[in-house]
């Protein structure tokens, strides 16, 4: 379901849906900016952050979070320093090294099984107000709603 949120570059009020929160002009400009960065990489394979920010007009803060969201990667040679967040070793793009991504999905997936156990041992309790619906949703005085 669309939401009502302000675009991340212009402030202006847009329908948001999913991706990046930019709006549908701001979402073109990025577009048309990646492939400027991305052509340029394609003919300057390892040039430095400077280098592409100065021949394409590209903001370092646009190329870094590009970086991070893994759609450009880092040469394995190149000076520019981007590191795990977790752990602080140099990764080549996104935000966590494989160990601390597989460590985070790990945590979550045991997270995830102690929810589902602890509702599991907890005791319908409808004479509190409560109740479990078909999808595990439980609503606090249900008796208000079944009448």
Same mark, same amino acid.
């Given at each position: ?9 212009? @402030? ?33 394979? #390892? ?7 100065? +021949?394409? #007009? ?24 981007? +590191? ?17 991504? @597989? +460590? ?12 589902? +156990? ?8 409808? #004479?509190?107000?409560? #109740? ?16």
């Amino acid at each position: 379901m669309p939401e009502i949120k302000y675009c991340r570059d212009c @402030r202006r009020i847009f329908q948001y849906t999913s991706g990046p929160v930019l709006c549908a002009v701001c979402r073109r400009i990025d577009e048309e900016e990646y492939d400027k960065v991305r052509t340029f990489l394609r003919d300057f394979p #390892g040039a430095n952050m400077k280098e592409v920010s100065d +021949n394409t #007009g590209v903001s370092p803060n646009k190329i870094s979070r590009w970086l991070k969201e893994e759609r450009l990667e880092v040469s394995a040679e190149s000076p520019i320093a981007l +590191n795990c967040e977790s752990c602080g070793i140099r990764i080549r793009s996104g935000r966590f090294c494989v160990d601390c991504s @597989r +460590n985070l999905a790990r945590e979550m997936m045991n997270a995830g099984r102690e929810l589902k +156990n602890s509702l599991k041992k907890s005791p319908d309790i409808k #004479g509190e107000g409560y #109740g479990k619906d078909q999808f595990g949703l439980y609503y606090k005085h249900k008796e208000k709603f079944d009448k």
